[in-house]
């Protein structure tokens, strides 16, 4: 089935410091990749997102790649401060086309000042 | 523009009872998704409506999970009855329409601990 794995668990960096998040995907037909930001007691917030056509796509600080051969995608977060700390997670859409979402298990970014 | 809206934010129950949440989306959001996210996990589709028609509920426990939608607006997911296993965060989201670009808003979520 429909699969999406996220790595690292956890990533502890520096303020200041660069962080990277991966992921991968396991249907080839998927069109549209989501990450979301969630802080403690919150719901999901949508940070930034890439479809299948580009490769790659920034907003301030925080970018996101995408290698639909190797079904890759990625989080780039740069100059981090302490408020990026929370929990990411990267998503997929399916082939379906019904809008559901397949979400990785999560990294936990601690910035440390 | 508000968010969505969920209710209780918390809620602690024991096995074998029941348990419902409430979801209001944002306003004029045709699509709207039932998660369930454990610990330490993403969250995971339960049921997902457009209008008041369900679209997706593969993932849903039927034995013990119902949701509906009336009218196309507000939303209630009904757990009865509850096992250990449901201890979860239970998240509302929304969506605009039918474009899957379209973000989906999360609620706050609603956490169900079952003792």
């Known amino acids: 089935g429909e699969n999406v794995e996220q790595h690292p668990s956890t990533l502890s960096v520096q303020e200041g410091d660069s962080a990277v998040i991966k992921c991968t995907y396991s249907?080839?037909?998927?069109?549209?990749f989501p990450w979301y930001k969630q802080e403690l007691g919150k719901g999901p917030q949508l940070i930034i997102d890439?479809?299948?056509?580009?490769g790659e796509k920034k907003d301030q600080r925080i970018a996101v790649t995408l290698n639909k051969t190797a079904k890759h995608f990625s989080l780039h977060i740069t100059e981090t401060q302490p408020e990026d700390s929370a929990v990411y997670f990267c998503?997929?859409?399916?082939?379906?086309?019904?809008?559901?979402?397949?979400f990785g298990q999560g990294t936990t970014l601690q910035v440390k000042p | 523009e508000a968010g969505v809206a969920q209710s209780p934010r918390y809620k602690i129950i024991e096995k074998r009872q029941s348990v419902a949440f409430w979801c209001n989306p944002i306003s004029g959001h045709a699509t709207l998704y039932w998660y369930q996210q454990i610990l330490g996990q993403g969250p995971k589709l339960l049921i997902q409506?457009?209008?008041?028609?369900?679209?997706?509920d593969s993932q849903l426990p039927k034995d013990r999970f119902s949701a509906e939608r009336l009218k196309g607006v507000d939303s209630t997911l009904k757990i009865q009855p509850a096992k250990l296993e449901d201890s979860a965060v239970y998240l509302c989201?929304?969506?605009?329409?039918?474009?899957?670009?379209?973000?989906?808003?999360f609620g706050p979520g609603t956490r169900l601990t079952v003792l």
């Open positions: 249907d080839s037909a998927s069109n549209y």
């Open positions: 409506f457009q209008n008041n028609g369900v679209v997706d």
């Open positions: 890439i479809r299948s056509n580009v």
């Open positions: 998503a997929a859409y399916g082939s379906s086309n019904t809008g559901k979402l397949i």
């Open positions: 989201a929304s969506r605009l329409g039918g474009y899957i670009t379209d973000t989906q808003y």
